[in-house]
């Protein structure tokens, strides 16, 4: 599913904390790619999320579901994952069966799926646990399953790989992969890890203080003259082997 947004603002009490009205007033996220959004703590990632997932609503503006302007009409096929999710207090089983057993799903299809993914995100032997008890990454590649569970057209993830061992992030990194060539799935995904972003994203959209700076392929975020931008670059301290590769 393509996500396109047109003049995005939102406004707590008399603070503008998003205001896509100027550069960037139309973002587009193209069906079947992976985008990242980056930027500074309190720029406005979350809030973005939060208005295409059709959480939050905007102050103004639209955002486009496959053209299809879709504030008061979300649709069903959307999937949002925060970086602390909320998994209920049942087994990591349950958690990931969950949204399968509410699309009334068969038992059977359920297990085969579910199953599929314990193993996909090596959490079978945690399977009986109780998911409120997991440790951080554990819970993570929980979420992420149960997210996957219904294949979502769209999934929004929002720093979904935050303080997680270097396996689990590979191991996250390819199921999304994977997901986005077999499936087309449109995959939107918040990170604070510049390597990451260039691994994985085919575009990155960079916002500060509200506004967009960058919204394009991920090699020519590198190209940037924006000070904004090359400092954060410096911050993150590549190595050259990070750097996306123009295709
Ligand atoms: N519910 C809210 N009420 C008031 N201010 C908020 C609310 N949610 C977010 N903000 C403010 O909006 C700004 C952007 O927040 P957020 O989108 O979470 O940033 P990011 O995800 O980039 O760190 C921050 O200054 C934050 O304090
Ligand atoms: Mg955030």
Same mark, same amino acid.
């Given at each position: 599913?393509n996500i396109?947004t047109?003049? #995005?603002?939102? %406004?707590y009490?008399d603070?503008r904390?998003?205001?896509l009205?100027?550069?960037c007033? *139309?973002l587009?996220?193209?069906?079947?790619?992976? &985008?990242g959004i980056?930027?500074?703590n309190?720029?406005?990632k979350t %809030?973005?999320m939060k208005?295409? *997932?059709?959480?939050?609503?905007?102050? /103004?503006?639209d +955002?486009?579901?496959d053209?299809?302007?879709?504030?008061?009409?979300v =649709?069903?096929?959307i999937?949002y994952?925060?970086?602390?999710?909320t998994l209920f207090?049942?087994? +990591?089983?349950?958690? $990931?069966?969950?949204?399968?057993?509410?699309?009334?799903?068969? !038992?059977?299809e359920i297990h %085969?799926?579910?199953?599929?993914?314990?193993?996909?995100f090596?959490?079978?032997a945690?399977q009986? &646990?109780n998911?409120?008890?997991?440790?951080?990454?554990?819970?993570?590649?929980t *979420?992420?399953?149960?997210?996957?569970s219904?294949?979502?057209?769209?999934?929004?993830l929002?720093? =979904?790989?935050?303080?997680? /061992?270097p !396996?689990?992030?590979?191991?996250?990194e390819a199921a999304l992969?994977?997901?986005? !060539?077999?499936?087309g799935? %449109?995959i939107? $995904?918040?990170t604070?890890?510049?390597?990451q972003a260039?691994?994985?994203?085919?575009? #990155?959209?960079?916002?500060?203080?509200?506004?967009c700076?960058y919204s394009g =392929?991920?090699?020519g975020l590198?190209?940037?003259?924006?000070?904004i931008?090359? /400092?954060? $670059?410096s911050?993150?301290l590549?190595?050259k082997s990070?750097f996306?590769?123009?295709?």
């Open positions: 599913m396109e047109k003049n #995005l603002t939102k %406004t009490k603070t904390v998003l205001n009205t100027q550069e007033n *139309a587009f996220f193209e069906s079947g790619k992976i &985008h980056i930027g500074p309190g720029s406005g %809030t973005l208005i295409m *997932a059709g959480l939050i609503s905007p102050s /103004d503006g +955002v486009l579901y053209g299809r302007p879709g504030i008061n009409d =649709p069903k096929d999937t994952s925060s970086h602390r999710p207090s049942r087994t +990591v089983f349950e958690n $990931i069966a969950y949204p399968l057993k509410i699309r009334k799903r068969s !038992k059977a %085969t799926i579910v199953s599929e993914l314990l193993d996909e090596k959490i079978s945690i009986t &646990h998911a409120k008890k997991l440790s951080g990454g554990e819970s993570q590649k *979420a992420m399953a149960r997210a996957l219904f294949s979502p057209k769209v999934l929004f929002d720093e =979904p790989t935050a303080n997680i /061992d !396996k689990s992030v590979k191991l996250m992969l994977k997901r986005k !060539k077999s499936q799935l %449109t939107i $995904i918040i604070h890890n510049l390597s260039f691994r994985i994203c085919d575009t #990155l959209t960079f916002l500060n203080q509200g506004t700076l =392929p991920s090699h590198i190209e940037s003259v924006d000070p931008i090359h /400092d954060f $670059i911050f993150n590549l190595k990070d996306p590769i123009k295709s």
